[in-house]
């Protein structure tokens, strides 16, 4: 079983800046794509970043491109989101999430952290 756990939440201005983390546990841990997803309340769950395992190649959300960076600490089996240039649309619980192997789709997910962006 692998535990995902994100943190780094809260409220900022619109224009300020959060940084969230995901470290992940479990003997059984392994990672092909780590990726960050969010849920704004009365919509479906939507894909902002993902991040390659191996070779730290970051996918973007048009919606965060250039605002956004996706990172990871290997040896910590930690992955970051720097949100930067917040805006009120970005309002939403973030949730991370870990597919362990190639073909493999998000299969654990941790309990989400709420970030709310005020006007």
């Known amino acids: 079983q692998v535990h995902m756990e994100e943190s780094g939440g809260g409220l900022v201005q619109a224009g300020g800046s959060l940084r969230l983390s995901c470290a992940a546990s479990?003997?059984?841990?392994?990672?092909?794509?780590m990726g960050w997803f969010r849920q704004a309340p009365g919509k479906e769950r939507e894909f902002v970043a993902a991040i390659r395992w191996s070779d730290g190649s970051t996918y973007y959300a048009d919606s965060v491109k250039g605002r956004f960076t996706c990172s990871r600490d290997n040896a910590k089996n930690t992955v970051y989101l720097q949100m930067n240039s917040l805006k009120p649309e970005d309002t939403a619980v973030y949730y991370c999430?870990?597919?362990?192997?190639?073909?493999?789709?998000?299969?654990?997910w941790g309990q989400g952290t709420q970030v709310t962006v005020s006007s």
């Open positions: 999430a870990n597919s362990p192997t190639s073909g493999t789709g998000y299969k654990y």
């Open positions: 479990g003997r059984t841990f392994s990672a092909n794509f």
